[in-house]
């Protein structure tokens, strides 16, 4: 499995767009990047998935380059609720279906 | 989607004792899992628990320490067995709907596990 790297936290303002980088450089062809976000006290939450370009839905926009090699999940105009972890694993695609999460990225959003 | 109820939330328990957490699903899911998150970390997967056959256990995690057993397809339960400090954590069940093009877990929200 490709091991993710991501800045261990990040601060924004409510009303940001917040980009956070993930590092993938070992990804295999069958890879799939997903993002993860979990509150405290819950379980994580799936946000959004991609294999290459651009992916978007109601919660976020992931960027993937054509090497792969990292991924962008960009969050538009943060608010308060918003404050998590965020976790950007690289998912094999197929029957395994084990996830390996990385130590995540806290986002603390400030009023 | 799933929708995912454990129990206990959370539980003290006294060293050398044993605990066994419920996992419950709303509707037959394929794949379940037991993974754990010790406090200020993240999450580490335990096993894989299959239906009708034992449990896959990851590295690090054996079978008589984390006992799992799955009777159907919308339940499992983790027994921590003689417990000690070290296995206070989150301890969360998780499951994967199966869809074809997305890798998407449901996670239940957690058992809080305090060992003295």
């Known amino acids: 499995l490709a091991k993710t790297t991501q800045p261990i936290s990040m601060d924004s303002y409510e009303g940001q767009e917040v980009n956070i980088t993930c590092s993938h450089n070992?990804?295999?062809?069958?890879?799939?990047i997903t993002w993860y976000q979990q509150f405290p006290s819950q379980g994580p939450r799936f946000i959004i998935q991609?294999?290459?370009t651009k992916v978007t839905n109601e919660v976020a926009s992931l960027f993937i380059p054509a090497d792969r090699k990292s991924s962008t999940l960009s969050l538009p105009r943060v608010s308060l609720s918003d404050t998590a972890v965020y976790y950007c694993?690289?998912?094999?695609?197929?029957?395994?279906?084990?996830?390996?999460f990385g130590s995540g990225t806290q986002l603390t959003v400030l009023p | 989607s799933a929708v995912i109820s454990q129990k206990p939330s959370r539980d003290i328990c006294q060293r050398g004792t044993s605990l066994t957490i419920q996992c419950q699903v709303d509707?037959?899911?394929?794949?379940m899992f037991w993974y754990r998150q010790q406090p200020g970390q993240s999450l580490t997967l335990i096993a894989t628990?299959?239906?009708?056959?034992?449990?896959?256990?990851e590295s690090g995690f054996v079978i008589d320490k984390f006992p799992i057993s799955r009777p159907n397809l919308t339940f499992s339960t983790l027994t921590v067995s003689n417990m000690s400090p070290e296995d206070s954590s989150i301890y969360l069940c998780?499951?994967?709907?199966?869809?074809?093009?997305?890798?998407?877990?449901?996670f239940g929200p957690g058992t809080r596990l305090t060992v003295l």
């Open positions: 998780s499951v994967d709907t199966g869809s074809v093009s997305y890798n998407e877990q449901f």
């Open positions: 991609g294999y290459k």
């Open positions: 070992n990804i295999a062809t069958n890879d799939y």
């Open positions: 509707s037959q899911v394929t794949m």
């Open positions: 628990a299959n239906q009708g056959s034992e449990a896959t256990y």
């Open positions: 694993l690289v998912v094999a695609s197929g029957s395994a279906r084990q996830l390996t």
